[in-house]
């Protein structure tokens, strides 16, 4: 079966930039979703597509993905930003969820 | 804006089956695919299954044996039943929705924690 492999966190000071992760074979060849879930909420779409964003996400959320990793970059990240991070993609006709990655912001 | 809120037991036995129930506050039931996910306690997001605008149903095989998802247009809901529970299956479940097959998951419910325990 299909996997994705995330970072279990990453650490960010207030206004630089995150980079978090996503590792799968041939990731590029898929096209990769990224969701954001604060403590005690449900996840909320963040990028879709690789590179798309909702309509009511800032700017400052953007992702990529080629090769075998998906990325996920937050810009100028804010302390509101502080959340648990999940990739994921389709396999065939199966959803995969990546592992998810904790973003501190310090 | 569409929402959609899970609702059903919270606590359910060891071998009984599970049985939750996500309602669709706009009518556009038919329209979209539908999906469940569930998130144990502390842990990360596992994809239970869809069931897609045309009827048709698609499960996590790991889970495919003990699921059945299906839609009620009358009734603007879509629901759950996973059999033979264990502990394992204590989770905080959610149904969110799919624009079309293949897609993200654009709107999530509140989520609601089912418990296995006897």
């Known amino acids: 079966s299909y996997e994705l492999t995330q970072p279990p966190s990453v650490s960010v000071s207030p206004g630089q930039t995150a980079s978090i992760t996503c590792s799968g074979d041939?990731?590029?060849?898929?096209?990769a979703c990224w969701y954001q879930q604060k403590p005690g909420q449900s996840p909320q779409l963040v990028i879709y597509?690789?590179?798309k964003r909702p309509s009511g996400i800032p700017e400052r959320f953007s992702g990529s993905n080629s090769g075998n990793t998906a990325t996920l970059t937050i810009s100028g990240t804010q302390a509101m930003d502080e959340a648990d991070y999940y990739c994921?993609?389709?396999?065939?006709?199966?959803?995969?969820f990546g592992g998810g990655t904790k973003l501190t912001v310090l | 804006q569409v929402q959609v809120q899970e609702s059903g037991p919270g606590l359910v036995k060891p071998s009984e089956t599970l049985s939750l129930t996500c309602t669709v506050s706009?009518?556009?039931?038919?329209?979209?695919?539908w999906s469940w996910i569930r998130q144990p306690p502390g842990k990360g997001l596992e994809w239970i299954g869809c069931?897609?605008?045309?009827?048709?149903?698609n499960y996590n095989p790991s889970l495919k044996s003990r699921v059945t998802m299906s839609v009620d247009t009358s009734k603007a809901h879509f629901s759950l039943r996973l059999s033979s529970v264990t502990a394992a299956d204590t989770a905080v479940y959610y149904c969110?929705?799919?624009?079309?097959?293949?897609?993200?998951?654009?709107?999530w419910g509140q989520g609601t924690l089912v418990t296995v325990s006897s």
């Open positions: 597509q690789d590179t």
């Open positions: 706009d009518g556009s039931i038919s329209s979209f695919s």
């Open positions: 069931v897609y605008y045309s009827g048709t149903t």
């Open positions: 969110a929705r799919l624009p079309s097959v293949s897609d993200r998951f654009d709107t």
């Open positions: 041939k990731l590029g060849n898929k096209h």
């Open positions: 994921q993609v389709w396999d065939s006709t199966n959803v995969v």
